[in-house]
């Protein structure tokens, strides 16, 4: 069928919110309810909830996965970069600690302002605040933040934001400081400055220094792939004891002084994360919330089977957060194998996938919103363009048509990998898929391994499950990092897992990128964006809110929209800290 029909929330949810028939038209749509049709989920956005914190106490977080990395030069998936530049490291500068838009905005951290960029933005220069300390009270230098830059290169330490990469002057080919070797680009004329020079402008440059690349790490201290376990706190807390997938316990860095820290007000004197949960075990214990789980929080998503458990119950519903990730979750084929080098059997995905199925199995559109274009509503003024017209419930016809043109008239048969915790998505895919002969199967990884097995290019499946976010509101923070073939590594490969080389879209980027018209920019990146998604190399699907129910006894609590609407480690803590335990 042609036409768009209605899908219902899960049946659960179906049965205890009177949804009506909210949402059967247009791409966006939110749940209906009791309030009149508004959003249950959506109730705090923009919001922090359940008052001031109290000083002390252990705050609790159960997780049923380890991190990805705390490495700060690894560390590039959102919620591990707030866990580690909130509460481990800072960084030159990062982001307010503010609900809503305001969490956007930037403030210095490290850095005394925001860099002084030359005249034509080829070289910024920072200066580090005073009095600033690790954990053992020695003072953090210019010469730390270079060498954590220069280690970002080295083959040995995957997985990182690659900016540094991009932008400096002479790091082609560079490999890191392990034989000695420095980068010219990045000098130190005394402790407390840091000069980098880029080989090209970047107006943006500040935005890049809230990533982790740009936390200071002392080589006396560096441990390689080790660093992993035992990151050097710069931060409010240091790491007191690390046993991987089974629990981290943070204290407090005595060293810390708040009085050059506006952003973290380190609440807590403990945190505590239990890691290897269940998924359904944390979310039904959070909304029972007794005892210590009180006084817990949430690192995973809510599970969409829990959304009738929650949003029908107006106690639990209070503590509900569901700030939007800001990222689109996408299906990205492997243009460089056969079949999906062929525009048109990438075509024929997009036409068959059912992305209301994929809602559905989400928790449907209270913890959704449908996706139409790559980037995000936020970087095209609020409201993403539909320049294909794809019916969210996809067209079979027109994929099978595409495939008999593409000399595939039976079908194919191929693997997609998606984390364990998107195997229901991923179910949904391989069901819409099928309709059109495309014959799907599932390999499911932790999400801890995730990023690792598919960033290893040469054995990886054909299809992926993933997402991108913007790292701050622009589009070159997001098209050239999914969509630019020059930036494709064998192992560690982020972004761009379509593996996408295209001459003519990356002479474009290159073009965008050396605007001087912030609005210009704006709006070449927004067309760009559809030219791109006419070749098909990836199919965006949903951009997904991050629903976290917290403890009765938690206070100070929003969700993040610069790091993808997971908690803000920054300013959470406790309502009576008395009431905590370990």
């Not at 302002?113 to 580090?128: I, M, Q, V």
Request: some cysteine; aromatic content about 8%.
């Amino acid at each position: 069928m042609n036409k768009r029909t209605c899908t219902a929330l899960a049946a659960a949810l179906a049965a205890s919110l009177a949804l009506g028939t909210a949402g059967c038209s247009g791409a966006k749509r939110s749940a209906g309810g009791p309030d009149g049709g508004k959003n249950p989920a959506a109730a705090h956005e923009g919001k922090a909830v359940g008052g001031t914190p109290q000083k002390g106490g252990t705050l609790t977080v159960l997780s049923n996965q380890d991190f990805t990395h705390l490495d700060p030069a690894r560390n590039w998936v959102m919620n591990d970069m707030d866990f580690g530049t909130r509460l481990l490291y800072r960084t030159l500068v990062t982001y307010k600690a503010a609900p809503g838009a305001q969490g956007g905005g930037l403030v210095p951290d490290l850095a005394t302002d925001l860099g002084t960029p030359s005249a034509d933005a080829k070289t910024w220069t920072f200066h580090l605040k005073p009095g600033v300390k690790y954990e053992d009270g020695s003072p953090v230098t210019a010469q730390d933040v270079k060498y954590n830059v220069e280690r970002s290169f080295s083959p040995d330490l995957p997985g990182g934001a690659d900016y540094a990469a991009r932008y400096l002057a002479g790091a082609e080919g560079y490999q890191g400081p392990a034989q000695g070797k420095h980068l010219d680009s990045v000098r130190t004329p005394d402790d407390r400055t840091i000069v980098f020079e880029l080989r090209k402008p970047f107006a943006e440059f500040p935005n890049a220094t809230v990533m982790p690349t740009f936390a200071p790490v002392p080589q006396a201290k560096d441990r390689g792939p080790q660093y992993d376990n035992r990151p050097f706190s710069s931060g409010p807390y240091k790491v007191d004891s690390y046993a991987r997938g089974k629990k981290l316990v943070l204290v407090r860095n005595d060293h810390w002084d708040p009085a050059t820290d506006e952003v973290r007000k380190a609440y807590p004197d403990k945190l505590v994360v239990l890691m290897g949960l269940k998924a359904n075990q944390i979310d039904d214990r959070l909304i029972a919330s007794q005892g210590a789980d009180a006084s817990a929080v949430s690192w995973g998503a809510l599970r969409p089977e829990s959304a009738a458990k929650v949003l029908p119950d107006a106690g639990v519903r209070e503590r509900l957060l569901a700030e939007s990730t800001n990222c689109t979750d996408m299906v990205q084929m492997h243009t460089g194998r056969a079949p999906f080098d062929n525009a048109k059997v990438r075509q024929a995905v997009q036409y068959a996938l059912d992305r209301d199925a994929v809602l559905t199995a989400s928790g449907g559109p209270a913890f959704n919103d449908l996706s139409t274009a790559y980037m995000p509503a936020s970087l095209f003024g609020g409201k993403q363009p539909d320049t294909l017209k794809v019916p969210a419930t996809g067209d079979t016809d027109k994929a099978k048509q595409l495939l008999q043109e593409a000399g595939k008239p039976g079908g194919f048969s191929t693997k997609i990998t998606a984390s364990a915790g998107d195997k229901g998505r991923a179910e949904a895919i391989q069901q819409s898929l099928a309709k059109a002969g495309i014959k799907v199967t599932i390999e499911t990884v932790d999400p801890s391994a995730f990023y690792a097995t598919i960033g290893d290019t040469r054995n990886r499946t054909d299809m992926v499950y993933t997402g991108w976010c913007p790292d701050y509101p622009s589009g070159s923070t997001f098209l050239p990092f999914v969509f630019d073939g020059r930036f494709i590594k064998e192992k560690g490969n982020s972004g761009n897992h379509s593996l996408f080389r295209d001459d003519a879209t990356m002479k474009r980027m290159d073009g965008i990128s050396a605007m001087t018209d912030a609005k210009e920019a704006a709006k070449a990146w927004q067309q760009l964006d559809g030219q791109i998604l006419a070749q098909a190399p990836a199919v965006p699907v949903l951009i997904r809110r991050w629903p976290l129910v917290l403890g009765t006894n938690i206070a100070g609590a929003y969700g993040h929209t610069s790091f993808g609407g997971q908690l803000d480690y920054a300013t959470v803590g406790l309502k009576d800290p008395a009431k905590s335990r370990d």
